[in-house]
């Protein structure tokens, strides 16, 4: 079984970087900026990680990263229908 330990983290850190950078790349002028992004993926992958480790589920990284992906969807839709609203 998979383990919490300061190897995983790095990876979810990882996988959460990544996610950032895809999400602010493939919408590249639309939607939040590129730091609020990282730091979005990378809770996402952090907190949905953590707890696919914990209830012991395998693939943590896999959760990880489709838990950062749905951060990073709620995040920038809701920004830009915040914008939207303004223009």
Known sequence: ME??????????ISVGLVAGALTKVSIWKQGVELIP?????????????TVAVMINMPG???????????????MNVFYLQSDEEHA
């Open 3 to 12: 383990e919490l330990n300061g190897t995983m983290i790095f990876w979810l």
């Open 37 to 49: 992004n990282l730091i979005a993926g990378v809770i996402g992958a952090v907190v949905v990680g």
């Open 60 to 74: 943590s990284l896999v959760f990880g990263f489709l838990g950062s992906l749905a951060v990073l969807f709620i």
